[in-house]
């Protein structure tokens, strides 16, 4: 499986983004998804995730309200929304496949056995 992550870029504070993860290789849709994000000097961090059928959602206490996870099957696509953008969600922001089914909540990186190679997003204040 690649995962492909596009969509970041620089965006002023209250700015919005929406970041695509294009799966080739292997349909994902069995798979529960997640996006992970990692700045400067900090650990890499779950940020949201989306069950395999879409019903369950996980979101990062910092990005609840702001951030919507979803998915497109058909496309083999995962996207993650983001709105209200702050300093603080500077980072390189990563995708993952969970290696079955079933996800952790909040997802751990060990959890995961596909990553894509990450998109920056820079805000601006």
């Known amino acids: 499986v690649q995962l492909q992550a596009s969509g970041g870029g620089e965006v002023q504070a209250g700015g919005s983004l929406r970041l695509s993860c294009a799966a080739s290789?292997?349909?994902?849709?069995?798979?529960?998804m997640a996006w992970f994000r990692q700045a400067p000097g900090k650990e890499r961090e779950a940020v949201a995730a989306i069950s395999w059928s879409g019903s369950r959602t996980y979101y990062a206490d910092s990005v609840n309200g702001r951030f919507t996870i979803s998915r497109e099957d058909a496309k083999n696509t995962v996207y993650l929304q983001m709105t209200t953008l702050k300093p603080e969600d500077t980072a390189v922001y990563y995708c993952?496949?969970?290696?079955?089914?079933?996800?952790?909540?909040?997802?751990?990186?060990?959890?995961?056995?596909?990553w894509g190679k990450g998109t920056l997003v820079t805000v601006s204040s």
């Open positions: 993952a496949k969970s290696s079955g089914a079933t996800l952790t909540y909040p997802p751990l990186p060990r959890g995961m056995d596909y």
């Open positions: 290789g292997r349909t994902v849709s069995n798979y529960a």
